[in-house]
C-alpha cells in the first residue's frame, strides 16, 4: 500500500489530449494554442465562467504565491495572486500542473509561472464532470521565499447560497459552462469562482465517514437537513445538500496519518488549503492544514426482536461475499444478523458471490458461501437459517466479473416455512397461479420475467412463497441495476444526466407489473418487494415500483430525518428499500438499522432494513 494518500485513479501525463479533446467535445471555448497572452494574473486565467477564456493559449510570468504543493497521484502546485481584482467571480487561485516534472517549490514561494492554460476534465469528457481550470507544461521562476500566503477564504453557513446550481443552458445541451459566475446565488457557482485558491472551513460536523482513500466530509452548514445521528439527508432532487466539502490533504500519511472519522464525529480546528476538483466528489479542500477528529461516540444501532404473531422480513447487502473473504467478515456480518438485527425470520440477501469469488472459472453455485456464513450465524447464537436461492447464468446477471452475485434467501425454519415448487431455474419465469382462493407462485423459488430485457446484466428478481401461522407471504428478493455512468451532483449539466434510471425505470415497471398480478388472483395478499433498489424513495424507480397502488415504499412510514441507509459523498441517501402490498395493512413495524454506512470501519456499505408485521 502506498504511504501517501493518493486518489482513485492518476490522471494521464498527456495534459495536452485531454485539452483537444474537450475543445473537440464543445467544453472550451476554440483557440490557436500558437497563441499567447501576456501580462496576464490569475484572474484573467479564470474568468467569469467555468472555462478559461484564454484556454489552449500561452502564458508568460504569471505572478502569485505558492500556497499548496501536491507530491502525489495529480503533481503539481497551486498558485494564487497576491492582489485580488474586484470581481468576486473570478478566481485569483489556479493549479500548475508539473506531471513527473520535479517538484522545487513551497508554500510561501513568489514565483511567476509560464505554459499552456488548460482545461482538465477529471474523468474525462464523457463523465459530465466540470473541467478544472490549469496551467500545464509550466516554466517557474521563484522570486522569493517565506512570503505570507494570501489570508483563506472562510467557506461557512452565511458564505454558502441556499441555491444549489442554475439550470443549464438548453442552447449548450443544459450545460453551465458558459454561464456567468453567481457566486452570491448559487452554491456551486461559488465554489468554482474559489477554484484553486486558498479557502478555509472551521470547526465542521463530519458527514461522510472517512475511507480508504483517505477522504472524508463534512459540512459546513450544521442545520441543512441533519438527521439524529449527524449526518445530512438527501431527500430531494430539488433540495441538494450545498454545505458538503470533500477533505483531502496535502501530507503524506506516512508524516501526518490521515484523521478516522465515523459519521456526527467532529473535525476541530476545521481546515485550510487550496480548493481542488477532482473526479470523485467535485469541490475539494486539498487541506495543508487540517485539525483533529473529536470523537462522538456514534454506535451501531440494534432493532428490536419480533413479537411472537409478527414476521420479521429483513434485506441485507453483504457486499460480494464469497469463501475467499477472511473468517472475520462472515463473523461480523453474521453477529450484526443475530445482534443488530435481532435474528429476522426471512432475509433476502444480495451480493452473495459464487464458491471461489470473483475467480472466472465458470463457477456459479454458492453452497460454500452459504454455509460459511450460516454456520456462523449459528455460531453467533442465532438460528440456523435454511437457504433458497436460484444459479445464475455465468457472468450474465452484472457486478464484478466471474463473482456471481445473486439474491438469497435465509429463513428460519423454526418460525416459518418454505413453498417448494420445483422447475425454476435462471432463464424460467415463475408465474402467478390460483391455488384454491389464494394466488401462487407456479416455480418457489423461481425468477421474475428472466428473459425480460430490463434485467440484461443485471440481477433478476427472487420470488419466493412462504407460510407464517398458516398465512401466505410472497416475498420478492430484488438487486436492481446500479448507478454506474450517471454523473454527479456537481456536473456541468444541470439537472445531471441520470443516464441508468432508465433501466430501473424497465425493472422497477415488470416487479410492480407482477405484483399487480398477484393482486388480480387475491387482492389482499401478502406482498413484500424488497432488497437494494439502487435507488431513492423520491426517484422515478419507487414511483414506478408503486405504480397504481400495488405497493408502498415503507421507509416513507419514518421521519424525513431517518430514512436513508447509505452515505455518499456526505449524503445519507435511501438505497435499500422494503415495499409492501395493501394487504400488509399500516400495521406494520419499519426500522433501518445503521450499522455501516456511517462508520469508517464497515462490514458492507449498506444498512440492513427490517419490516415486522402481522399477516
Not at 30 to 55: E, K, N, Y
Not at 427 to 444: C, D, M, Y
Not at 529 to 547: H, P, R, W, Y
Request: hydrophobic share 35%.
Amino acid at each position: 500500500m502506498p504511504q501517501i494518500p493518493t486518489p482513485r485513479t492518476s490522471r494521464t501525463a498527456a495534459v495536452s489530449a485531454v485539452v483537444a479533446t474537450a475543445l473537440a467535445a464543445g467544453l472550451l471555448a476554440a483557440s490557436s494554442s500558437a497563441a499567447s497572452a501576456d501580462g496576464v494574473g490569475v484572474h484573467d486565467i479564470q474568468g467569469t465562467t467555468r472555462v478559461s477564456p484564454l484556454a489552449g493559449q500561452q502564458v508568460t510570468d504569471v505572478p502569485g504565491i505558492v500556497t499548496g504543493v501536491r507530491t502525489y497521484g495529480s503533481k503539481g502546485f497551486w498558485l494564487q495572486s497576491a492582489q485580488a481584482d474586484a470581481d468576486p467571480a473570478t478566481s485569483e487561485g489556479v493549479f500548475v500542473f508539473t506531471g513527473s516534472a520535479p517538484l522545487t517549490v513551497k508554500p510561501g514561494d513568489a514565483v511567476r509561472v509560464s505554459g499552456t492554460v488548460g482545461e482538465y476534465v477529471p474523468g474525462g469528457t464523457g463523465s459530465g464532470n466540470q473541467s478544472l481550470t490549469q496551467i500545464t507544461k509550466p516554466t517557474v521562476a521563484v522570486e522569493s521565499s517565506g512570503n505570507a500566503l494570501p489570508a483563506p477564504v472562510r467557506i461557512d453557513a452565511r458564505a454558502v447560497p441556499a441555491r444549489y446550481a442554475p439550470a443549464g443552458d438548453p442552447a449548450q445541451g443544459n450545460s453551465v459552462n458558459g454561464l456567468p459566475l453567481k457566486p452570491r446565488t448559487y452554491a456551486l457557482d461559488l465554489y468554482e469562482s474559489l477554484e484553486g485558491m486558498n479557502v478555509s472551513i472551521g470547526t465542521s460536523r463530519v458527514v461522510g465517514a472517512s475511507d480508504p482513500y483517505n477522504e472524508l466530509w463534512v459540512t459546513v452548514k450544521p442545520h441543512e437537513h441533519r438527521d439524529r445521528r449527524g449526518g445530512t439527508v438527501y431527500g430531494s432532487y430539488d433540495a441538494q445538500n450545498g454545505g458538503r466539502l470533500q477533505i483531502q490533504q496535502l501530507a503524506p500519511v506516512s508524516e501526518h496519518p490521515f484523521p478516522k472519522a465515523n459519521v456526527g464525529d467532529v473535525l476541530t480546528g476545521g481546515a485550510a488549503g487550496p480548493l481542488d476538483f477532482n473526479q470523485f466528489g467535485g469541490y475539494t479542500l486539498a487541506a495543508r492544514e487540517l485539525g483533529d477528529v473529536r470523537d462522538k461516540g456514534l454506535v451501531r444501532e440494534k432493532t428490536r426482536r419480533q413479537a411472537k404473531g409478527e414476521l420479521a422480513v429483513a434485506t441485507y447487502n453483504v457486499e460480494n461475499l464469497d469463501p475467499t473473504d477472511p473468517q472475520e467478515k462472515f463473523d461480523a456480518l453474521a453477529g450484526a444478523v443475530v445482534t443488530n438485527l435481532a435474528s429476522p425470520d426471512v432475509v433476502a440477501l444480495e451480493e452473495i458471490q459464487d464458491d471461489n469469488g470473483a475467480k472466472n472459472d465458470g463457477t456459479v453455485t454458492a453452497a460454500a458461501t452459504l454455509r460459511k456464513f450460516t454456520d456462523a450465524i449459528a455460531a453467533a447464537g442465532g438460528p440456523r437459517y435454511e437457504w433458497r436461492s436460484i444459479d445464475p447464468v455465468n457472468n450474465k446477471d452484472g457486478g464484478e466479473p466471474g463473482g456471481n452475485i445473486r439474491q438469497v434467501f435465509l429463513f428460519n425454519p423454526e418460525r416459518v416455512s418454505f413453498t417448494e415448487r420445483a422447475g425454476g431455474d435462471a432463464t424460467t419465469a415463475t408465474e402467478v397461479v390460483r391455488a384454491g382462493k389464494r394466488a401462487a407462485l407456479s416455480h418457489s423459488p423461481g425468477r421474475i420475467d428472466p428473459q425480460n430485457e430490463a434485467w440484461t446484466n443485471s440481477r433478476k428478481p427472487l420470488a419466493g412463497e412462504f407460510t407464517f401461522r398458516g398465512r401466505t407471504v410472497i416475498v420478492i428478493a430484488n438487486h436492481f441495476s446500479s448507478k454506474g455512468g450517471d454523473e454527479g451532483l456537481t456536473s456541468h449539466h444541470q439537472p445531471p444526466v441520470r443516464s441508468s434510471e432508465t433501466q430501473r425505470l424497465k425493472q422497477a415497471q415488470a416487479v410492480n407489473g407482477f405484483v399487480k398480478d398477484i393482486r388480480e388472483v387475491q387482492r389482499d395478499a401478502d406482498v413484500v418487494v424488497l432488497g437494494d433498489i439502487n435507488d431513492f424513495e423520491f426517484s422515478a424507480t419507487a414511483k414506478a415500483l408503486q405504480d397504481g397502488g400495488a405497493l408502498y415504499a415503507a421507509v416513507k412510514s419514518l421521519p424525513r430525518s431517518e430514512r436513508y441507509s447509505y452515505v455518499y459523498q456526505g449524503n445519507s441517501q435511501v438505497l435499500d428499500q422494503i415495499l409492501t402490498s395493501p394487504g400488509v395493512g399500516d400495521g406494520f413495524s419499519y426500522d433501518s438499522v445503521h450499522i455501516n454506512a456511517e462508520f469508517a470501519d464497515q462490514n458492507s456499505d449498506h444498512d440492513p432494513q427490517v419490516l415486522r408485521f402481522k399477516p
